[in-house]
């Protein structure tokens, strides 16, 4: 079902404050936007057993609490005899409370909403719409009655594009919060799926499940005020605010550092405060989260100079700050971290609060506390990277990629695929996605052979031990681990796709290509194994299709295609990977190869009972039978040829070993054609022109 847009849901509330429709149409009109806020389904509200309206003058989050006692969620017996409550926030995407419309809609048709047993709509017995039936009014009424109400036409001119239906009052919410960046424990919450967490306590709860729906109530308020709109596209989700009025400070463009973005240190401070409540915010920051309204950052570096290995910190920072600095463009720890003073040198007491003047103007002590300390660990990481590109860079550009930013990283392709389950064999190593990672820190495409796209299981169950490579670092020696990946077989077709494919989801994490146009080249690459081989030529083999990646991969290393992402926000990668493929050195390697004769072995000859070993007694045959048995004495066999044959000089074999036909060569001949006796040939000069008979060469 398609999810209504956000002028869609402003025409409903229109439509129901104007008061110009029909009783039964207003109320039919606010159960509509009921369902809509419930997220509800069209049988989430068949079997209503109370209702709460718990929206007191001035409430920040109006509430209506429905409790029903059957339901879709409701599959162990332990559940069915529970009520479930479903909660709605009444502050529409108008900015206002409508539940004293939504009383008075019912009122008018006769029904009171506080009272209402049973299905929240009945349909009417009558054109007056004041007497209802007893029956419930069926999820298609509702998507025609929704349909009309926002004057869409009933006919779906195209079966290929979702239509509006009874569902998309459930979806539409749960669409918004995806979109404003609600992480899944809270939509499972929200949507009451009670399999996509780890206990139904969340959802049987009303105390617990208060917070979700303020949550989605603050989301709501975003809409409202204009802060956030669902409708746009993804990079106008969030519309951009008033820049930072102090003069900005450019980074400067160093080896490792590209425009403003420092590797390992770029990573999301405050991208928005999606899926919150008022004074909280679930963000990333440095490999960290920010939530319950302080900013928690962990290390994802090596930073003892710092003092951060292995310990988290808390940084207690109000939401109000983190608004201030998204809306000033500060969302990296970079960007902070030349935002105010020069890292590596004291930062002056007088331009720090001209900073936080201009940032957060009524900021208490402990807030400027908490800004300050997030801005010296920013600087510190800074420094510290920087010079760890230019002492080590070796080892800069091997380390391993941080857990949280991993996480986070995977978490946002998974969203970005969703056609693709990137679980199981599709899921790649750690090893592979470090190895990854590397090419997009040094700005240079290295070959990955399939044989090293393992999965994360093969990974984990076979850790061998890492061999330690003596070195000499900054004049001191050094012992280091030597990291290599571990090979995995790709002798079929279906384990060379999926180590390709789990190479193209960490091409992707690292930033090198995207998964698309990495799965459209393997689409390519597979395809010449489909293609029918000319005569005598065999099929195109798996070897050939390692050769041919290795290949195309070498092409672009020598056309020097780089590894980062342009200016445009293009892959170069994703450019490169089909014309490689489709050049002369590639196609060669993807031909069609001459199929090998194969080599049969001649079936061994059929013995005849007369043409089986004779035993040759032992002794002297002049001198008598002799003593023994005769046993393994055996005369060289000899096929047996008929008198009438062998007085003329004949012969039973060609010389190649190739049985005669007896009767073509004697006088009664022979009229099998093919003959299971033997060639028809001559016993004495082998010509298939005439028998031993007729040969000129016989004895006379």
Not at 10 to 16: D, K, Q, T, V
Not at 210 to 229: H, S, T, V, W, Y
Not at 509 to 537: C, D, N, T, W
Request: with cysteine; proline share 7%; net charge positive.
């Amino acid at each position: 079902a398609k999810d209504l847009t956000v002028a869609q849901v402003l025409e409903l509330h229109a439509r129901l404050e104007s008061g110009a429709l029909h009783a039964f149409d207003r109320a039919f009109l606010a159960s509509l936007l009921i369902r809509l806020y419930a997220r509800a389904r069209p049988s989430d509200l068949l079997f209503i057993e109370s209702v709460e309206i718990d929206c007191p003058a001035g409430a920040e989050y109006p509430l209506l609490v429905f409790e029903v006692s059957q339901h879709k969620g409701a599959r162990k017996v332990q559940l069915k005899s529970r009520l479930l409550p479903i909660l709605v926030p009444m502050i529409g995407v108008n900015g206002k409370c409508w539940a004293g419309e939504a009383i008075r809609a019912f009122a008018d048709a006769g029904r009171s909403l506080a009272s209402i047993r049973g299905p929240l709509t009945l349909a009417p017995s009558d054109e007056s719409g004041t007497v209802h039936s007893r029956r419930s009014v069926s999820s298609a009424e509702v998507g025609r009655a929704l349909r009309a109400f926002l004057g869409v036409p009933e006919e779906n001119l195209d079966p290929a594009v979702s239509r509006v239906t009874a569902y998309s009052l459930r979806g539409t919410c749960l669409g918004w919060g995806g979109k404003f960046g609600c992480d899944e424990d809270l939509k499972s919450v929200l949507g009451r799926h009670s399999s996509s967490i780890k206990t139904t306590q969340a959802i049987y709860s009303r105390e617990l499940a208060a917070a979700p729906a303020r949550k989605l109530q603050d989301m709501i308020r975003e809409i409202a005020e204009g802060r956030f709109f669902p409708d746009n596209s993804r990079s106008s989700y969030f519309p951009s605010q008033a820049k930072l009025t102090v003069p900005p400070v450019r980074e400067p463009v160093g080896k490792g550092i590209v425009g403003e973005r420092v590797d390992g240190v770029d990573i999301f401070l405050v991208r928005r405060w999606g899926g919150t409540t008022r004074g909280q915010a679930v963000e990333t920051c440095q490999g960290g989260s920010i939530g319950s309204g302080k900013l928690r950052r962990m290390r994802f570096a090596e930073v003892q100079s710092a003092g951060l290995a292995g310990e988290t910190y808390k940084v207690g920072l109000s939401r109000e700050t983190l608004r201030a600095f998204a809306d000033h463009g500060i969302d990296t720890l970079s960007k902070l971290a030349y935002s105010c003073g020069q890292p590596g040198t004291p930062l002056p007491q007088t331009e720090f609060d001209d900073f936080v003047a201009s940032l957060i103007p009524a900021a208490l002590l402990g807030e400027k506390g908490s800004v300050k300390r997030l801005l010296f660990e920013s600087q510190a990481l800074l420094l510290n990277d920087l010079r760890e590109q230019v002492t080590q860079p070796d080892k800069w550009s091997t380390k391993d990629v941080p857990i949280v930013e991993r996480q986070k990283r995977m978490e946002a392709v998974k969203a970005s695929i969703p056609g693709v389950v990137v679980e199981g064999p599709l899921e790649p190593s750690h090893g592979l996605l470090n190895a990854a990672c590397r090419m997009e820190r040094e700005g240079q495409l290295r070959y990955i052979a399939p044989e090293q796209c393992g999965t994360r299981m093969y990974e984990i169950q076979n850790v061998k031990a890492q061999s330690k490579v003596l070195s000499l670092e900054e004049g001191k020696l050094a012992i280091s681990e030597e990291k290599g990946l571990p090979e995995v077989a790709c002798g079929s077709a279906l384990l060379l796709q999926e180590a390709l494919k789990r190479r193209g989801v960490a091409l992707q994490i690292a930033g090198v290509a995207s998964f698309l146009a990495h799965e459209r080249y393997i689409q390519k690459l597979f395809a010449h194994m489909g293609r029918e081989p000319p005569p005598g030529h065999s099929r195109t083999s798996v070897h050939q299709l390692l050769t041919a990646d290795r290949q195309v991969w070498t092409k672009m290393i020598e056309d020097e295609v780089p590894a980062k992402r342009g200016a445009d926000g293009r892959h170069p990668v994703d450019d490169a990977l089909v014309p490689a493929l489709q050049s002369y050195e590639v196609t060669v390697c993807l031909l069609p190869r001459a199929a090998a004769e194969s080599k049969k072995r001649p079936a061994p000859p059929k013995r005849f009972a007369q043409d089986r070993d004779t035993k040759t007694l032992k002794g002297d045959p002049s001198r008598g039978a002799g003593k023994g048995n005769g046993k393994g004495k055996r005369a060289t066999w000899q096929p047996s040829v008929p008198e009438g044959i062998r007085k003329l000089g004949g012969h039973a074999q060609t010389p190649d070993k190739k049985h005669i036909c007896f009767s073509r060569n004697l006088p009664c001949g022979c009229t099998l054609d093919p003959c299971p006796k033997g060639l028809h040939v001559c016993a004495l000069c082998f010509s298939p022109e005439h028998g031993i008979q007729e040969c000129p060469k016989k004895p006379k």
